[in-house]
Antibody
Framework: QVQLVQSGSELKKPGASVKVSCKAS????????MNWVRQAPGQGLEWMGW????????TYAQGLTGRFVFSSDTSVSTAYLQISSLKPEDTAVYYC?????????WGQGTLVTVSS | EVVLTQSPGTLSLSPGERATLSCRAS???????LAWYQQKPGQAPRLLIY???SRPTGIPDRFSGSGSGTDFTLTISRLEPEDFAVYYC?????????FGPGTKVDLK
């Protein structure tokens, strides 16, 4: 069946980096883009951007700083979100979701906690 | 950037009642690329409506979407106990995908 499986929870110190993976199965990976969405504790959904998995071209939401990088590897059907120079305010659940929007297929979410 | 506003912030209703949720965009949504999601605590969002009014396979027909341009509505015809949750709209035109702040539907 079509699914997205994300990597496990991460606990990081401020200033560190983290790379979240999102492995797709059950469909042709580069036929759909991949969204990234974050949700801070108790808050709403925030669209971070998306990556064209066919060309590798990322599009970032307005206001998203250069600390966030989307990438993808078609050979392993996996999309990645890398966050550098982590701050406590980056603490959130990060979701990948297939497509640009109107996404039926979501990953289970990855909790990234940034704390000293 | 398209900004979405949802109202009301909270809707307190009883099972069997009708729920009407509003989503308003700061500018016209390209090709009515407007989706609605339901989210329950600890779960990923669930797609209810895409293209403003289309329902994916498996979504009950008590959920319906309408609207165009800048004004959109999600209607739940008769609330079931499992429908008490937070609902988000998302626009996904013009290579961007902003979400609204959400409407919480809770038990009266």
């Amino acid at each position: 069946q079509v699914q997205l499986v994300q990597s496990g929870s991460e606990l990081k110190k401020p200033g560190a980096s983290v790379k979240v993976s999102c492995k797709a199965s059950g469909y042709i990976f580069n036929s759909y883009g991949m969204n990234w969405v974050r949700q801070a504790p108790g808050q709403g959904l925030e669209w971070m951007g998306w990556i064209n998995t066919d060309t590798g071209n990322p599009t970032y939401a307005q206001g998203l700083t250069g600390r966030f990088v989307f990438s993808s590897d078609t050979s392993v059907s996996t999309a990645y979100l890398q966050i550098s120079s982590l701050k406590p305010e980056d603490t959130a659940v990060y979701y990948c979701a297939r497509g640009l929007g109107g996404s039926r297929i979501w990953g289970q979410g990855t909790l990234v906690t940034v704390s000293s | 950037e398209v900004v979405l506003t949802q109202s009301p912030g909270t809707l307190s209703l009883s099972p069997g009642e009708r729920a009407t949720l509003s989503c308003r965009a700061s500018q016209s949504v390209t090709s009515n690329y407007l989706a609605w999601y339901q989210q329950k605590p600890g779960q990923a969002p669930r797609l209810l409506i895409y293209g403003a009014s289309s329902r994916p396979t498996g979504i009950p027909d008590r959920f319906s979407g309408s609207g165009s341009g800048t004004d959109f509505t999600l209607t739940i015809s008769r609330l079931e106990p499992e429908d008490f949750a937070v609902y988000y709209c998302q626009q996904y035109g013009s290579s961007s995908g902003t979400f609204g702040p959400g409407t919480k539907v809770d038990l009266k």
